[in-house]
C-alpha cells in the first residue's frame, strides 16, 4: 500500500494528498496514518512545502466530514429512531439513550467531534451523530477543521522529520488503532449479549 500511495502523490502531488485523505475519511481502511507520513517526506525532499501538505491533506479530510455530516444530517435522528425502534438489538440503542445523545451533542458536540478527530477509527464516525442530532453546521466546521488539522499536521511533521523512518509512527499508531478497533467490537458484543429494550417507566 506504501508504494502506491507513495507513487500517486510523487505523480500527483498536492491533489493526490486531498483526494488520498478524502477517500480514506470515507473508507476508513485507507489509513492517514500511511499518507500524510509519506506526504511529510516528500516535502522533506523538497517537493511541496510543508504547510501546502498539510493544508491540503486537511482540506481532503474535511471534504470526507462534510460529505457523512451531511448524509446523517439528510437521514435525521427521527429516521434513524425508527429503525432503532424496529432493529434496536442490532444498533444495541434504544430512543432513550438516541435522547441521551442529543442531549449531550447539544452540550458537548463541539469538543466530542475535535477530540473524536484524533482519534483512530473514531475520527470519521463522529461525524455521524453529530449530523443525526442536526448539530450547528458552524460549530461542527469549526470544531471539525481543528481536530483535522491537529491529526493531520502532527503525521505530516512526523513524516517531515523522520523521513524515511516514518515506519516508526505506524509502529505506534497502527496497534492503536487496532486496539480501538478492538474495544468497539468487544464493547458492540456485549451490548448485543447484553441488550434489553428500556421501558418508559425505566427512564
Request: net charge positive; glycine share 10%.
Amino acid at each position: 500500500m506504501e508504494n502506491w500511495i507513495g507513487s500517486l502523490i510523487e505523480s500527483w502531488g498536492l491533489p493526490a494528498i486531498g483526494l488520498l485523505m478524502f477517500i480514506e475519511t470515507v473508507f476508513p481502511p485507507i489509513p492517514s496514518e500511511v499518507i500524510m507520513p509519506l506526504a511529510g517526506v516528500a516535502a522533506a525532499q523538497g517537493a511541496h512545502p510543508l504547510g501546502a501538505v498539510i493544508a491540503a491533506g486537511t482540506a481532503g479530510a474535511l471534504l470526507g466530514n462534510i460529505l457523512w455530516f451531511a448524509l446523517a444530517w439528510k437521514l435525521g435522528l427521527g429516521r434513524f429512531e425508527r429503525f432503532v425502534v424496529r432493529y434496536g438489538r442490532i444498533f444495541t440503542l434504544d430512543t432513550h439513550e438516541l435522547e441521551r445523545g442529543r442531549r449531550l451533542f447539544q452540550a458537548w458536540g463541539g469538543p466530542i467531534v475535535a477530540v473524536g478527530r484524533l482519534v483512530p477509527t473514531i475520527r470519521s464516525l463522529v461525524s455521524v451523530p453529530a449530523g443525526l442530532v442536526h448539530m450547528r453546521v458552524d460549530t461542527f466546521l469549526l470544531f471539525t477543521a481543528a481536530g483535522t488539522f491537529l491529526w493531520t499536521m502532527g503525521l505530516a511533521v512526523a513524516g517531515y522529520l523522520l523521513g524515511r523512518e516514518f515506519d516508526a509512527i505506524d509502529r505506534v499508531l497502527g496497534p492503536l488503532s487496532t486496539a480501538v478497533i478492538a474495544i468497539l467490537f468487544l464493547v458492540y458484543l456485549w451490548r448485543v449479549l447484553t441488550w434489553n429494550r428500556r421501558r418508559p417507566r425505566d427512564a
